[in-house]
Structures are given as structure tokens and as C-alpha cells.
């Protein structure tokens, strides 16, 4: 449907907090940018699993209705008086990404510059729309364990999409990873140059079959008994082990740390690497894996199978 940054646009909000029966496809107004603000008409939004979660859990419970949606690309339609993007400079008509943003499932929104950057030739739409909230997560886990070249990781979850973006940005560091997957997933790990474990019994020992003396970082992605507990018994420091799922008590009990996007700390790290990770990618040297697309009105038939096992990469809406 046709839209301006001076007229309607369709966004999915949540009522209130819930499963996705809660979520709503509505008409909102697009507001005229102001100063330091961008209005940019998506092309292709990211979905990730922390849209339905936020919403699930009631993290922020008077911030309902709330628009859902975390990162998008697309092109400026409008911007604000004196207003450069996030990588500087700007114009109508401009290719662009942006993370992290409030709404991203519509079909134009208006949002701060400072989270909008220059979008790579070299990546499409749909590639730029699903970068940076997982490749953000994935190097603040190597940030805060301080993961370095000659070191041996072991890597939870490895074939998703947290777990691929570690993978490549280790294998650009010079750090061997040692990565959980079924083993239907094996050939992701491999691709991106990880060693794959299957998780599942006797994980501790597949892992000590590769690395004898330990590993010196931990870093999960799935949250399960079984990985939080291998973790801990083969890492050799507790505090370089990291979860971006274990709930807090259980990173207290363990003595390892936990981080999210929510979190202070978390979220400048996170927004202070996001140009860099664009770069990477622009020079080809991080992949983003496309599995499917969806219609923006079929948001919730996407939100099911993102919330099954493995869809293959990330799961893309296209307005």
C-alpha cells in the first residue's frame, strides 16, 4: 500500500503482554521527522526470536500496545531539519538499515538517525534487514569473555543465528570453536568453521574428545540444563563464560556472567559496534542467511515457524 512520511502505515503492535493471539496488524499515522529523526519506508523487515519473547514475558508491562519489531531496511523518505544518519551524511531516496528500532513489522516508520546507516550495495534488502541484532549479540559475548586469537570456544546453539554470527566473527579473530548442533546442522558449523558437537547425553565428554584440557570460553545460546552445566564443567574460568538466555538466578548460582539487549551495559556496547559490523558485512566478510519471506500480513504464520526448530537462516517481512 502506498504510504508517506506524512500518512498512514500499516504496523503490527501487541495489545498486551501474550502469546501471538495478542498481535494486531493496525493503520497508525506516520509522523513528519523532526530534528535528529528519519522517516524511512521499509523494504524488508528481520524477525527474531526476541519479538515474540519481549512481548510473551510483559518485560515493560504499561509499554502496551507496543509496536513490534527490532531491526529493518529500506529507503529515506524524509528527514529532519539539520539530521545526518548514523554513518553521516543522507538523503531521499537512500538505501538503509536500522537497528535498533521500535516497530519494524510496518510498512514505514519514523525512528531516531543515530540507529540508521548506509545500507552496503553488496547486501539486499532482506540481508540488511537481519544483520545487527544478532551479529551485535554475538560480539558482545566475544567482548565481555574477552575471547582472543589462539583460544578454543565452545559455542552453544552454534548453527543458529546468534551461533553463526559467532562462528564467523571467532574465525575472523583466530578463535577455534567448538559448536553444539544437531546433526542435521553439522554442515552450518563446518561451513563457517566451527567443529561440531551433537548436543544431547555425553556432551561433556564429545566436547573433552576435542579439547582435552578444557576450553577457555563458554558462550550459550540455547539455555538448557545440559549446556549451562557442560559449560561450566569444562570451561577453566567461570567468569569467561557468558549466557544470553540463563535467567539471572541462574547466572548468579553458576558464577558466569548473562547479558541482553535490554540491559544497560548491553545496549552501548552493542549500538557502539553496530557500524563496524555493517562494514564487515559489506566487504563480504560476514554472511547472512536468508531461509524465507513473508508478506507483512502474514506476520504470525512467520512467527510460528521462527518459533519451531532451525528454519535454516532468518525469516524476512516484506511490506
Not at 203 to 210: F, G, I, P, Q, S
Request: hydrophobic residues 45%; proline residues 6%.
Amino acid at each position: 500500500m502506498p504510504c508517506g512520511s506524512d500518512g498512514m502505515s500499516r504496523q503490527w503492535i501487541a495489545r498486551h503482554p501474550g502469546g501471538l493471539d495478542v498481535f494486531e496488524l493496525v493503520d497508525v499515522d506516520v509522523r513528519p521527522p523532526g530534528a535528529g529523526e528519519v522517516s524511512v519506508r521499509v523494504r524488508a523487515a528481520g524477525m527474531n526470536p526476541a519479538d515474540a519473547k519481549h512481548i510473551r514475558e510483559g518485560r515493560v508491562p504499561d509499554d502496551f500496545p507496543r509496536p513490534v519489531g527490532y531491526e529493518v531496511s529500506g529507503v529515506v523518505t524524509a528527514l529532519g531539519p539539520d539530521t545526518e544518519l548514523a554513518s553521516g551524511g543522507g538523503a531521499v531516496g537512500d538505501e538503509v538499515l536500522a537497528f535498533r528500532v521500535r516497530g519494524g513489522w510496518a510498512d514505514e516508520l519514523t525512528l531516531p538517525a543515530r540507529d540508521v546507516f548506509a545500507k552496503p550495495p553488496s547486501l539486499s534488502f532482506e540481508q540488511a534487514a537481519t544483520l545487527l541484532l544478532a551479529a551485535t549479540t554475538a560480539a558482545e559475548m566475544l567482548h565481555v569473555t574477552g575471547a582472543r586469537r589462539g583460544e578454543t570456544a565452545l559455542v552453544h546453539a552454534a548453527s543458529g543465528a546468534v551461533g553463526v554470527m559467532l562462528l564467523q566473527l571467532a574465525a575472523h579473530r583466530g578463535i577455534r570453536v567448538i559448536g553444539t548442533a544437531s546433526p542435521a546442522r553439522f554442515d552450518v558449523v563446518r561451513r563457517y568453521g566451527g567443529e561440531p558437537v551433537a548436543h544431547g547425553a555425553a556432551l561433556e565428554a564429545r566436547v573433552r574428545d576435542l579439547a582435552p584440557a578444557g576450553v577457555d570460553v563458554a558462550l550459550d545460546g540455547v539455555g538448557t540444563e545440559e549446556a549451562l552445566a557442560v559449560s561450566l564443567a569444562v570451561v577453566h574460568d567461570p567468569d569467561r563464560m557468558v549466557s544470553i538466555v540463563a535467567s539471572a538466578a541462574q547466572a548468579d548460582a553458576g558464577g558466569y556472567r548473562r547479558i541482553g539487549g535490554a540491559m544497560p551495559e548491553s545496549k552501548a556496547y552493542r549500538d557502539s559496534v553496530r557500524e563496524g559490523l555493517v562494514a564487515l558485512a559489506g566487504e563480504g566478510r560476514l554472511e547472512v542467511t536468508v531461509a524465507a519471506t513473508y508478506p507483512l500480513e502474514e506476520a504470525l504464520v512467520a512467527a510460528e515457524a521462527l518459533e519451531g526448530k532451525h528454519p535454516g537462516g532468518k525469516l524476512v517481512l516484506l511490506p
